[in-house]
């Protein structure tokens, strides 16, 4: 197949990249441009979304084995596309409510979501790098959109400061495997994996190359950016960082590893995942406890659940796969339900962020009330909500690799972040309210919150009709 | 009986009646009240069906209908009943619309979402007891947790918030213990017969031969996690607050059915699946179903809050169902699953009378009240009828699931000792004192508070429809407890059958 034909196989990319340049010209050509670009931005999403999905049996390698398209590859683009496309749809009030109704925001996102799949879909080591620079720039705007505020411009600095770190790690990381593998391919990796792991320095190259990702997934102990910049970002842009960019991570973790997943062999990270998962589990789920702002609980109910999702990893099978990309989705649709809801209740200048303004709210608005309460249950992982499934397989996986142990650790940290997730309900449901505040109206928010929680829903009660999708795409 | 869809007719009625609630309109109050209750007695009338169509010959599960839900993992949505479970689900159906009955008056807010939650709870009570998938009944097992969180946070007293917390994160402790457990089981099960399943039937043809060491610990998972609902001694602690702080609808279903859970999750789980480390912890786990029956009932001797009184009672009672369990001899468990039946009665009953009580005058405390037999004749002989029936008078139910639990423990050649019974039967005694005594300062003597001569007025027509029929069946029970020992007989017989196979060549028999 020549590279001319090779092109329109990237159709979801394609169609995002033109959209990219026709919204910059959207921008600058009228005046309408806020009405306008939300809704091309979630066309253009859905249709990447739709298009992925629907061709995701359809696995090939492209450009001399550059890049791959279908599979796994696509089950992620669908968790990028979906989830931005869900945030943007809530983001629509919220960005005029709180004054920075630019038309960058929507640029911006779509550019970052651009980043993701091509992170997903790289084969090459420099192909994760480009992809990984473009969400990771976009993002580093998209916290301090609102440069106005102080706490936006912190928490972009501090997420630029601490993500530029990671990235020299990163590309440290990569220098060393091309100085011991002489290549940048990475099926070239995959395929004598079990020859390199044998080497220090390559070792020490993959190890850093992992860290870095640690950085972006927010695990312990590389977490020290994430509540601040939850926090301090816009909260439609928290609830796509805290989702999406932590998939893209885990879809690099997977790939680079994929030998140890799928044949067989021993994983030298076994340990150090093990460790890893175990204290951000009981760091997330601990701290969490004592946050009054919802947006800061939230951060670290985030190091949580990455914890229990490096479970996966430290499993190593093909379990642990599925596991993983099943927990990610769940995790994507529930958080960002959650942060819907925070958004519509948030007022024009950060305020009602704090759990006391949550009091009572079952009689202002038996709806958000409803969803959060769902959100809230889901992302504890009590079933039939999908977050339950995500953290069942990723035990599976656990036992099923002999570390039933670290699956008692996340039942303990489970059974600890109960505690902080029912405390939002028992505010929401229990309690009279004290404040008064006045939760604007806002339809497309509102839709955006109501489409999560029947995601939620639907892969909660019907976990197979996205568990079937995972498996048979991994037995290639 | 293969594919019969009853008990997916039955297990949906309630959760579509909580459904079409949703949107009902709140002011609409009256209405929600009188459709929750049709749907719960409709409910009811279904789950008439198993019971009159039930093979009593046939120890094995009838009316099984199985539809794969999670293909991948073989999970599938499988349900189906013995005895033991149409026993427990007509108990449930029997107290559901009681409780909503029971509630007109003390519930004033919130009502819609009060009977959609009462329903869906009652879906998800059905569900534990009828599920033949150990994931399924995980769901059911969790799912039933978040109504029954919400009754006693929102319904509840002026603890309620403590009350409600502590108990949805003491049980999910335990249930989280048991999800481990369960992936455990299935997984070490799977390097047996080859493919991961979750079915409960292929589970316990298989479980038994998992090595002793692996299936201690997967023994202890699930007692523990079935131990703090029961509740056993030293689990208990939050089974008082949570009975003393929720609503009586709370408090009589808390008590009426959520507790037999937990004792059913040990007869279904439990004994059939671990058979050999049933037999080796049975003298230890009797020891602290002892613990727990003296205990409780020294406890409740001493509360001056009859609510409170009531819950200790509790621990008490169930105290004799573990060791009706753990005794393993036919009569012995048989007692335990009638007793089970017979607490929901006798306790749902205390509960209901204490609630009217408190709905009149909005005290508790035993010192509060004396001398009401002269205002309240009905109430008062309603109060004595219940008390009886939980002290286990001869006649009345209570007598005959403890002196078969007695009687069994006694023969047993698993405990092997008379000593059990001895320290069990001051369990009996006790329940005399506690409750005569509580009986003799809140009835008898003279009305010491004047108080009362103006709030208390008695039972009337509705809360005696409440009440006829769960005396109807304390009397039943009590003069012809066949009907219903009947039921249980062979699934009794079959599992003691099938531990005892386990552990022929293996120890004490």
């Known amino acids: 197949m020549t590279a001319n034909t090779e092109i329109f196989q990237l159709l979801p990319h394609l169609v995002i990249g033109v959209g990219i340049v026709l919204s910059v010209v959207i921008e600058i050509s009228t005046k309408k441009s806020e009405s306008i670009l939300p809704w091309f931005t979630i066309l253009l999403l859905v249709f990447a979304g739709a298009h992925s999905i629907i061709n995701v049996y359809d696995y090939q390698i492209l450009f001399g084995g550059m890049y791959a398209i279908g599979g796994v590859t696509a089950i992620f683009n669908f968790i990028f596309t979906i989830g931005a496309a869900i945030m943007v749809l809530n983001a629509v009030d919220y960005i005029k409510k709180s004054k920075m109704n630019f038309g960058e925001f929507y640029i911006l996102v779509q550019s970052s979501v651009l980043g993701m799949m091509l992170m997903a879909g790289a084969r090459d080591l420099f192909m994760i790098f480009i992809g990984l620079e473009l969400m990771s720039i976009c993002f580093y705007v998209l916290a301090g959109i609102n440069r106005t505020k102080i706490g936006n411009t912190e928490a972009a600095l501090k997420y630029f400061l601490l993500g530029a770190f990671a990235t020299g790690f990163i590309v ?96 030298n990270f076994e340990i150090l995942f093990a460790v890893i998962a175990t204290l951000s589990m009981l760091y997330g789920s601990i701290v ?189 | ?48 069906y198993p019971y009159f169509n039930f093979d009593y010959t046939n120890p094995d599960f009838q009316f099984i209908h199985k539809v794969l839900w999670v293909e991948s993992l073989d999970i599938s949505y499988h349900v189906g009943a013995d005895g033991i479970s149409v026993l427990l689900i007509l108990l449930t159906t029997f107290i559901t619309p009681i409780t909503l009955l029971s509630s007109w008056k003390a519930i004033d807010k919130k009502i819609k979402l009060f009977t959609m939650m009462m329903l869906l709870l009652e879906a998800g009570m059905i569900g534990v007891f009828m599920a033949l998938d150990v994931f399924l009944f995980y769901i059911f097992w969790e799912a039933m947790l978040i109504p029954m969180y919400f009754i006693i946070g929102i319904w509840g007293g002026e603890q309620r918030i403590y009350a409600s917390v502590k108990f949805f994160i003491y049980t999910m402790f335990g249930s989280l213990l048991m999800l481990v457990a369960i992936i455990w089981l299935t997984v070490a099960a799977s390097k047996n017969i080859g493919l991961y399943t979750t079915n409960l039937i292929l589970l316990y043809q298989q479980a038994p031969n998992i090595m002793l060491d692996i299936q201690k610990w997967l023994f202890l998972a699930f007692f523990f996690s079935f131990a703090v609902k029961v509740p056993l001694f030293p689990l208990h602690t939050w089974l008082p607050d949570a009975h003393v702080q929720a609503p009586t609808a709370g408090s009589v279903i808390l008590a009426g059915v959520l507790l037999k859970m937990g004792t059913y999750g040990l007869i279904r789980f439990n004994l059939p699946l671990f058979p050999q480390s049933t037999v080796e912890f049975a003298p230890f786990i009797s020891i602290l179903a002892i613990i727990g029956i003296i205990y409780g009932a020294l406890v409740a001797m001493v509360q001056t809050d009859m609510k409170k009184l009531v819950a200790y009672s509790s621990v008490s009672h169930l105290g004799f169902v573990v060791l009706g369990i753990f005794a393993l001899t036919f009569e012995s468990v048989q007692g335990a699953v009638i007793q089970m039946v017979n607490h929901g009665l006798s306790t749902g009953a205390l509960f209901l009378l204490v609630g009217i009580i408190y709905e009149r005058t909005h005290k508790r405390e035993i010192a509060y009240y004396g001398g009401i037999a002269k205002l309240v004749p009905l109430f008062a002989i309603a109060l004595m009828f219940a008390s ?122």
């Open chain 1, 172 to 267: 440290f990381g990569i220098a060393l495997i091309y100085g011991t593998a002489k290549s940048t391919s990475i099926d070239q990796i995959v395929f004598a994996y079990e020859y390199f792991i044998t080497d220090v320095l390559f070792l020490t190259g993959l190890t850093l190359f992992v860290i870095g990702f640690l950085f972006k997934i927010a695990a312990f102990p590389f977490h020290m950016w994430v509540p601040d910049v939850y926090q301090g970002a816009a909260t439609p842009v928290t609830g796509l960082m805290s989702t999406t960019g932590k998939a893209a991570a885990f879809s690099v973790l997977i790939i680079i590893l994929s030998a140890v997943f799928t044949q067989n062999i021993t994983n």
């Open chain 2, 1 to 48: 009986m293969e594919n019969s869809q009853i008990l997916t007719y039955l297990l949906f009625t309630p959760i579509i009646g909580a459904v079409i609630i949703l949107f009902m309109k709140e002011s609409q109050a009256v209405l929600i009240r009188i459709f929750g209750l049709l749907i719960s007695l409709f409910a009811f009338a279904v789950s008439l």
């Open chain 1, 288 to 476: 969490a406890i004592a946050q009054d702002n919802l947006k800061r609980m939230l951060a670290y109910s985030s190091i949580a659940h990455a914890g229990y999702m490096t479970i996966g990893l430290a499993a190593g099978n093909i379990e642990s796969v599925s596991g993983i990309i099943f927990y990610l989705t769940a995790y994507a649709f529930m958080n960002l339900g959650a942060f819907g809801v925070i958004a519509l209740i948030e007022g024009s200048n950060e305020e009602n962020l704090d759990i006391n303004s949550y009091a009572g709210l079952n009689s202002k608005s038996p709806i958000l009330a409803g969803f959060m309460a769902l959100f809230m249950f889901a992302l504890a992982g009590i079933p039939p909500m999908a977050g339950f499934f995500g953290k069942y397989y990723v035990f599976v996986a656990a036992i099923k690799a002999d570390l039933t142990w670290l699956a008692i650790v996340g039942v303990f940290s489970s059974a600890i972040s109960v505690y902080f997730y029912l405390r939002v309900v028992v505010y929401m449901y229990f309690k009279d309210s004290t404040s008064s505040i006045i939760i604007k109206n806002s339809f497309t928010g509102l839709l955006a919150v109501i489409i999560s929680g029947l995601l939620v829903l639907v892969f909660g009660i019907l976990p197979d009709t996205l568990f079937s999708i995972i498996t048979s795409v991994l037995s290639y």
């Open chain 2, 388 to 509: 009886l029936s939980s002290i286990g008078l001869p006649g009345l139910n209570g007598f005959i699931g403890e002196f078969l639990i007695l009687l069994g423990a006694f023969q047993s050649q698993v405990l092997d000792s008379w000593w059990y019974v001895v320290f069990a039967a001051t369990g009996v005694i006790f329940a005399a004192v506690y409750l005569l005594w509580m009986y003799q300062r809140v009835v008898f003597g003279t009305v010491t508070n004047e108080k009362l001569n103006t709030e208390l007025t008695d039972l009337n027509a509705r809360e005696i429809i409440v009440l006829v029929p769960i005396f109807i069946f304390i009397v039943w029970i009590g003069i012809y407890p066949t009907t219903f020992l009947d039921l249980s007989e062979a699934p009794v017989s079959a599992i003691l059958e099938h531990v005892k196979n386990y552990t022929f060549n293996f120890l004490y028999w």
